[in-house]
C-alpha cells in the first residue's frame, strides 16, 4: 500500500504523531523511502530525490541513541545531508533508475 505519495505523507505524519503521543519522541525517528520521493521545491526528476527513494514505500524506524552513538565518530555529520546530494547527483537519474529498476 501507499504507493500514492501524498497518502504515504499522511502515514509519515501518523506515525510521527503516534511516536509523540506514545511518548517516544527522542527515542524514535522515522527515516521515510518512497519510489516518488520529491524534496520540496525540487524538480520530480532532481538525482537529488534518490537519496530518499526506494522500490517500495518503507518506513524506518530509528533509534536516536545509535544515531547519536554512530555521529560521534562522523566528521561533519550536519554534511551528510548534503554531501548525500552531491552525490546522487553526480551519479545522475539514470544511475539510480538501472539500480532500482524503475522506468
Known amino acids: 500500500g501507499f504507493s500514492d505519495f501524498d ?3 499522511d502515514l509519515v505524519d501518523g ?10 519522541g527522542g527515542l524514535y ?3 521515510t ?3 516518488d520521493y520529491c524534496f520540496d521545491g ?3 526528476n532532481d538525482a537529488a530525490n534518490y537519496t530518499n527513494r526506494s522500490p517500495y514505500p518503507i518506513l524506518h524506524l530509528l533509534r536516536e541513541a545509535s544515531l547519536e552513538q554512530v555521529l560521534k565518530n562522523y566528521p561533519n555529520p550536519e554534511n551528510i545531508p548534503d554531501n548525500n546530494i552531491t552525490k546522487a547527483r553526480e551519479l545522475g537519474v539514470n544511475y539510480f533508475k538501472k539500480q532500482l529498476q524503475i522506468n
Open 29 to 31: 525517528q522515522i527515516a
Open 15 to 24: 506515525a510521527n504523531e503516534f511516536i509523540e503521543r506514545g511518548g517516544y
Open 7 to 9: 497518502k504515504y505523507l
Open 42 to 44: 525540487e524538480k520530480s
Open 33 to 35: 523511502f518512497h519510489p
